[in-house]
């Protein structure tokens, strides 16, 4: 994720993912904030929620809860809004487009839920909430990983792929942490 995040450095419109996204580029001046927006402040998303998920391995004071502040701010701020406003505009159709905003209003809901219960203290609920958050955060590697599998395996047209790994990116993981926490391993 870092080497994809690397391709955007310097800032510029014409290359990788947005030499297919160059009518939104040139049609929608706010299209680029948002695209960038989410580019950058993901990629310490994901770090954050790393970090925060191995704190029994630091033994730094309030490690977890700074790196759980870190994750909840850029998440609710910055990275699910601007990951719902790039949904819309979504290759693939009302498909992938419906796919990506959900995705993302899950994204901040989840993350806004498990903020307010570690607020109440209840961290039980809160832990519960911050895997479903991160498992929504995860869908950015998933969906990567199922493209892989997908073309390798089937070869099939590239908008049907993408319309499929729309969802393969997030479901699969919300699912498998629904099971953990309905099996109490979570």
Excluded at 91 to 116: D, E, M, R
Excluded at 139 to 154: E, G
Excluded at 157 to 170: F, S, T
Aim: glycine share 4%; aromatic share 20%; with cysteine.
């Amino acid at each position: 994720m870092l080497k994809i995040t690397l391709e955007y450095i310097p800032l510029r419109a014409d290359i990788s993912f947005l030499m297919i996204k160059q009518t939104e580029v040139t049609d929608r001046s706010e299209y680029l904030y948002f695209f960038y927006t989410h580019v950058y402040t993901s990629i310490f998303v994901l770090l954050s929620g790393f970090l925060a998920i191995l704190r029994k391995d630091f033994r730094l004071k309030n490690f977890h809860k700074n790196a759980g502040k870190v994750y909840i701010f850029l998440t609710l701020f910055f990275a699910a809004p601007s990951g719902v406003y790039m949904g819309i505009f979504a290759n693939g159709g009302i498909l992938s487009k419906t796919s990506f905003v959900i995705l993302g209003c899950l994204w901040w809901f989840s993350t806004f839920k498990a903020y307010q219960l570690a607020r109440q203290k209840k961290f039980k609920e809160h832990k519960q909430w911050m895997w479903r958050s991160f498992a929504l955060t995860l869908s950015a590697i998933t969906l990567r990983m199922w493209k892989v599998i997908i073309v390798y395996l089937f070869h099939p047209n590239p908008m049907d792929v993408y319309q499929i790994i729309a969802w393969l990116g997030w479901i699969p993981n919300l699912l498998l942490i629904e099971y953990l926490i309905a099996k109490k391993y979570i």
